[in-house]
């Protein structure tokens, strides 16, 4: 016996819908690429995506045809979001920080047929449009008055197009499991893999992270995604906004220090997202400037693990803080952090020690861990194994390949982070692993190791790598970037750290440096510090 209810496809285009008929009047505020403050609201928003999928169809573009942006966070970003999605095609969202070659076989892999191009970008694209084989058109974001000059062949200006439509279009409805959008992994190590959300899996985990107990924000609210929309979906926020009708205010191409506290300020925002090396670029801005931004209640951190100090730092401000833990592959958000009525009675320090876990799995998604023969492992806190996950926004297949093709033969998906999970079912990523070091046979978590050296008030930036040795397997190495204004030592450092981490956890060498290397989505590059110092 089926159910009796309706069949109402799960589709992007219904959260838009909804934001203009019940939030119509809200406002998205842009800092563009063009450098002046631009707002309108969802009403706006969702005419203006219904031009630009009349424009797409004008170009030619169909159900299925990928649809490729290089673009910051943008309002125009956002209505490609919904005018591809909605229309039946699937945007693919660029990391523009990608190598060149990769930049090249992604748009080549995803068989892109139009490229929506940010002002900022337009150089990158001219540089490698020779060796794109499936672009036909090439559309730079921006009106009549910024066109520039370009060799890319045949260049639309975004406004032009979205000028000749009179968004007089009804989205069309279709199966729910279309796919709706792809993101390339950052491929660390050989060719990025293609993720493809579908429209259901994207208006599910909208649902699943707008929970209270996920990420807790409501119409009151204003959100500025540091996050960008080129890699995750910044984090479903897009859709999440359009879901639960908050503001958004969306940074443009200025994410330093600066540009961003004067934008949250003057707008307002009460909660940001980001990766923590973006947040410490607040910080540090802050504490030089005397500034900060009174209406922020709530910074949510995720893409990577946030120290101690971070988090301390934030809460000394008066400002809650959220973290959570993703990847491409899951949509991304998998596992939000927040205190439950039993941490009550903690310490503010063992608050911090729950906050600092990557948390409890969303509503309709699944994890466990396994040991390295796939046998599952308990949920005791203390067991560590490799985190599996399963859910309706989990990835099954890269583009290109079999569907179920990325899951084990009980069909879970593999993600390559080594974790605990307590026995309350809250996740505690000990490392990515690969990141592991085995010295001795026994583990040591770059994580745990880096949360202590952070914690030193002259450490900015801190990365532990494994080098080669030849009586224990590998050893620690620590990469340092001070912070700005000291004249931190290595000896310091490792005085810091004798007492508070068992001794054989002591690095072999500290390495002082400038800058530690950020790679594409802003996240420490260790790929990039084992070539220079892993000597393996
Ligand atoms: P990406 O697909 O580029 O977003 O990278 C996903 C990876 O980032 C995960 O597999 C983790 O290794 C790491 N990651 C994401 N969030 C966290 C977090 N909160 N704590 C620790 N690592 C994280």
Redesign the pocket.
């Known amino acids: 016996m089926y159910g009796l209810m309706m069949d109402t496809p799960l589709l992007i285009s219904s959260l838009i819908e909804h934001a203009s008929t019940v939030f119509g009047g809200t406002e998205i505020v842009t800092r563009t690429v063009e450098g002046p403050i631009h707002r309108y609201t969802w009403t706006d928003a969702h005419l203006r995506s219904k031009q630009l999928a009349q424009a797409l169809q004008t170009l030619d573009i169909h159900d299925g045809d990928a649809v490729a942006t290089v673009a910051w966070n943008t309002h125009r970003h956002l209505e490609l979001y919904y005018g591809v999605s909605g229309m039946g095609a699937v945007i693919h969202t660029v990391n523009p920080r990608l190598h060149p070659s990769q930049l090249v076989y992604v748009l080549n892999h995803a068989k892109d047929r139009a490229l929506f191009i940010d002002l900022t970008f337009v150089p990158l694209l001219e540089a490698v449009q020779d060796h794109l084989q499936t672009v036909k058109h090439f559309v730079v974001m921006t009106d009549a008055a910024h066109m520039p000059k370009t060799t890319l062949p045949g260049a639309l200006c975004y406004e032009d197009l979205l000028a000749a439509e009179d968004g007089a279009y009804e989205w069309p409805t279709f199966d729910e499991n279309t796919a709706a959008g792809i993101c390339y992994?950052?491929g660390t190590t050989g060719n990025p893999k293609g993720v493809v959300y579908s429209h259901r899996s994207s208006v599910l985990h909208a649902y699943g992270a707008s929970l209270p107990s996920a990420l807790p924000l409501s119409p009151g609210d204003a959100m500025l995604p540091v996050v960008p929309m080129f890699?995750?979906n910044a984090w479903g926020i897009p859709y999440g906004a359009a879901m639960c009708g908050y503001r958004l205010v969306l940074p443009g191409p200025r994410l330093d220090g600066a540009g961003l506290t004067e934008l949250m300020a003057a707008e307002g925002v009460t909660v940001c997202c980001g990766v923590p090396t973006v947040h410490l670029g607040l910080l540090d801005h802050w504490r030089e400037s005397g500034t900060g931004v009174p209406s922020l209640r709530m910074a949510t951190?995720?893409?990577?693990?946030?120290t101690r100090s971070l988090i301390e730092a934030f809460h000394a401000r008066g400002i809650a803080f959220l973290?959570?833990?993703?990847?491409?592959?899951?949509s991304?958000i998998g596992?939000t952090c927040t205190l439950s009525a039993l941490d009550e009675g903690l310490t503010d320090e063992q608050k911090v020690d729950v906050l600092m876990r990557?948390g409890r799995p969303l509503c309709g998604v699944r994890l466990r861990i396994v040991d390295a023969f796939g046998e599952p492992l308990p949920n005791d806190g203390e067991a560590m194994g490799e985190?599996q996950i399963q859910g309706p926004w989990i990835c099954s297949a890269y583009l290109g390949d079999e569907p179920g093709s990325a899951l084990d033969d009980e069909g879970w998906f593999p993600?390559?982070?080594m974790a605990v999970i307590h026995p309350d079912g809250i996740l505690q990523?000990t490392?990515?692993k690969k990141d592991l070091i085995k010295s001795g046979g026994e583990w040591i978590s770059s994580?745990d190791l880096e949360d202590v050296v952070t914690r030193h008030p002259e450490v900015s930036v801190a990365a532990v790598i494994a080098v080669p040795h030849e009586k224990w397997g590998e050893r620690p190495l620590l990469v340092v970037q001070p912070a700005q204004g000291t004249s931190l030592s290595r000896e310091s450092v490792l005085e810091f750290l004798e007492g508070q981490v068992a001794k054989w956890w002591l690095p072999d060498e500290v390495v002082l440096v400038d800058a530690i290397p950020l790679g594409a989505?802003g996240?420490v590059q260790k790929s990039k510090l084992r070539e220079t110092y892993g000597r393996a």
């Not at 951190?301 to 946030?306: F, K």
């Not at 973290?323 to 899951?330: A, L, R, V």
């Open positions: 992994t950052s890699h995750v951190v995720g893409g990577a693990a946030p973290h959570g833990w993703g990847m491409t592959e899951t991304p596992t990557q985190l993600t390559g982070d990523i490392d990515r994580l989505t996240k």
